[in-house]
Each structure stands twice: as structure tokens, then as C-alpha cells.
């Protein structure tokens, strides 16, 4: 497969929504191989926009953890000043 390497249960699953959908939505029956084909092409052409979307998801979420540690540390820093 181009780029997106599904474990066979999963793939099988894919396929199978693929073929009904087509059937329900566009009136087409296809087989097993052209609508693996289909889901080769699809996830060779869009997998990697998701992928991309998902990782700047992912960084979004990892800098605004960062963000909540970084203000409970400023938190626990205690006061500086002179005393006489």
C-alpha cells in the first residue's frame, strides 16, 4: 500500500465501507480489488494531510501542557528581596 500500512483486519473493515458506500451513495457495486485500490489511492493522496493535521493537533495540545507546567513552577518560586 502507498504510505499507510493498515493490519489486515483494519484494512478489510476499510474495504468494506468503501464498497458499501459507493453502493449506497453512488449506485456502484465494485469489488474487493477496486475498492482496495481506491483505498491505496485515497490514502496515498489525503493520508498524509490528515497525518499533518494530527501531528499539529498533537504539538497544539504538547505546548499548551507545557504552558500549564511552566505557570505551576513560576508558582512555586518564592518571593526575592532584602531584609533588614
Known amino acids: 500500500m502507498s504510505g499507510m500500512p493498515f493490519p489486515a483486519a483494519e484494512k478489510q ?3 468494506e465501507t ?3 458506500y459507493m453502493a449506497d451513495e453512488l449506485g456502484q457495486d465494485i469489488g ?3 475498492a ?3 483505498l491505496d489511492f485515497l490514502a496515498g493522496a ?3 494531510h490528515f497525518y499533518n493535521h494530527g501531528l499539529r493537533d498533537a504539538q ?3 505546548a499548551a501542557r507545557i504552558d ?3 505557570d505551576a513552577i513560576m508558582q512555586l518560586e518564592k518571593p526575592i528581596g532584602h531584609r533588614r
Open 68 to 70: 500549564d507546567v511552566q
Open 36 to 38: 482496495e485500490f481506491l
Open 32 to 34: 474487493r480489488f477496486d
Open 46 to 48: 489525503l493520508g498524509p
Open 18 to 20: 468503501i464498497q458499501r
Open 13 to 15: 473493515r476499510i474495504v
Open 60 to 62: 497544539a495540545i504538547l
